[in-house]
């Protein structure tokens, strides 16, 4: 969305409006001023795997070093577990085959279709009987990412829409108790278990959003800060199996040398100026080294 985090602000101070007591419509408060909040008063919780699909090795190592980096800037950083990801996973693709791909298919009328997508919008317009027969079998030729995505498919029905839903509450409301019964303010976790991935890779690599994907569940702010370039050395090292999502992956990594590679911070609802006091922190601390990923368009390591 932009080359600093300071543009990040603007954008999102821009988006959240003056405040306004008259205001008809949300948002209710004003965004506070990031640069007034204290870091060295905050905790942040590590999560470097999320248990659902490994993250790549300049991945681990850019999400320890921007550990390192906030904790130089006199911040907390402690290592944390928390409820079992695999279920903001689940809730994520229940919800979004919630219509069976009624929305996609609206969308699409009379428009060239990637494949891509029309495999997607198949398997969505299916009933649960089909899916459920061909995540089984997915699941009994090794193709486990995609079996678990499918097996979210099919149901289409307003009572299991909202048990979603409520499963969704409840999932954001454990979270949030845990993050704050183990006194945390924020969580730093990798931003993609892969390296940018090639174009045509997004059908098998669904499973490995999900580091992202979590904060649209849990519907926090969470923003990305470039940490570092993958190095020639971190060749893939995940073992090769049969698995569509972990053969793309594998993929990812080969030939990967030079890419950026970034972290996410993320706080609980409504601390989008904690979010970026941190990301402003963690940035500061990063971008004159040698390996930060500069854009072509600031080439300058002395430039903002």
């Not at 060749?235 to 990812?252: L, S, Y």
Request: charged residues 20%; contains cysteine; aromatic residues 8%.
């Amino acid at each position: 969305m932009a080359r600093t985090s300071a543009d990040i602000e603007l954008g999102t101070r821009i988006v959240f409006g003056e405040f306004d007591a008259g205001r008809d419509g949300p948002p209710w408060a004003p965004l506070a001023d990031a640069r007034s909040i204290d870091v060295s008063a905050l905790r942040v919780a590590l999560i470097e795997d999320d248990g659902v699909f490994p993250v790549h090795a300049a991945g681990r190592r850019a999400v320890t070093e921007a550990a390192a980096q906030l904790r130089a800037s006199g911040v907390a950083v402690d290592a944390w577990t928390p409820p079992p990801l695999i279920q903001a996973q689940e809730i994520f693709f229940h919800l979004l085959s919630s219509d069976r791909g009624a929305e996609i298919r609206r969308q699409l009328l009379g428009s060239p279709v990637d494949p891509r997508i029309a495999r997607l919008r198949f398997f969505a317009a299916r009933g649960r009987r089909f899916n459920t027969v061909m995540a089984a079998l997915l699941r009994a030729f090794g193709q486990i990412g995609a079996a678990d995505m499918l097996s979210c498919f099919g149901h289409g029905d307003t009572d299991h829409y909202w048990r979603t839903v409520m499963r969704q509450q409840s999932f954001e409301e454990r979270f949030r108790n845990m993050l704050r019964a183990d006194g945390f303010d924020a969580v730093l976790m990798p931003a993609f278990a892969t390296p940018a991935y090639r174009h045509g890779q997004a059908i098998d690599l669904g499973v490995a959003g999900t580091y992202a994907s979590l904060w649209n569940v849990l519907g926090w702010p969470a923003g990305i800060v470039p940490i570092t370039r993958i190095r020639a050395e971190e060749t893939p090292t995940r073992a090769a199996t049969g698995d569509r999502a972990v053969r793309a992956a594998i993929e990812c990594e080969r030939d990967a040398t030079g890419l950026p590679v970034a972290v996410q911070i993320a706080a609980p609802l409504w601390q989008e100026s904690r979010v970026l006091a941190l990301m402003h922190a963690l940035e500061a601390r990063v971008r004159g080294r040698p390996d930060f990923p500069l854009t072509p368009i600031t080439p300058d390591s002395t430039l903002g």
